[in-house]
T-cell receptor, first 115, second 115 residues
């Protein structure tokens, strides 16, 4: 059971380039999330999805787009990367049938540097 | 919206000493609270969660947390620190507004354990 898998693990982009981060979960979870982690800032929610075909904005959505075409995948896109998007990105999912005190399952992160 | 504040971005203890990591929450409704741990270059793992069944919650690796409504606190403790406890710890509260379940994290506390 792989859980939550993020690809790639590392990426370096030049300002203005675009890229897509892939999150895949094999637990049949309804809810999926993208967070970014920056020193001293904790984890901040970028976008999330409450089911296939749905997406919603989180706390810091500007400069990012997402898609949830398949239940098991949640894609995070950067159309025109900026140095301020240098961060570690985490994907997480939430169990089907779980209650509000159920934990999130996290991937191991993608470290993105924008030069 | 719910929020959490972690007091102290860095806590340093000696091996064998008491670990106390502080978290205060802000919530207009009974909160669902969590502590997560992040080891270097990994995602977050659940340590424990408050379920309202008991105010003292026991988690993995000997950690526990006590929910105190009068103090709006959910501090994390461990009687005797071990070198392997060195990690970053995050307090989180769930925003259970309707079907849009999501977690809001504190900024994290980095725990250093000295030999």
């Amino acid at each position: 059971n792989a859980g939550v898998t993020q690809t790639p693990k590392f990426r370096v982009l030049k300002t203005g380039q675009s890229m897509t981060l892939l999150c895949a979960q094999d637990m049949n979870h309804e809810y999926m999330y993208w967070y970014r982690q920056d020193p001293g800032m904790g984890l901040r929610l970028i976008h999330y999805s409450v089911g296939e075909g749905t997406t919603a904005k989180g706390e810091v959505p500007d400069g990012y787009n997402v898609s949830r075409l398949k239940k098991q995948n949640f894609l995070l896109g950067l159309e025109s990367a900026a140095p301020s998007q240098t961060s570690v990105y985490f994907c997480a999912s939430f169990g089907q049938g779980a209650t509000y005190n159920s934990p999130l399952h996290f991937g191991n992160g993608t470290r993105l540097t924008v030069t | 919206a719910q929020s959490v504040t972690q007091l102290g971005s860095h806590v340093s203890v000696s091996e064998g000493a008491l670990v106390l990591l502080r978290c205060n929450y802000s919530s207009s409704v009974p909160p669902y609270l969590f502590w997560y741990v992040q080891y270097p270059n990994q995602g977050l793992q659940l340590l424990l969660k408050y379920t309202s069944a008991a105010t003292l919650v026991k988690g993995i690796n000997g950690f526990e947390a006590e929910f105190k409504k009068s103090e709006t606190s959910f501090h994390l403790t461990k009687p005797s620190a071990h070198m392997s406890d060195a990690a970053e710890y995050f307090c989180a509260v769930s925003d259970s507004g309707g079907s849009n379940y999501k977690l809001t994290f504190g900024k994290g506390t980095l725990l250093t354990v000295n030999p």
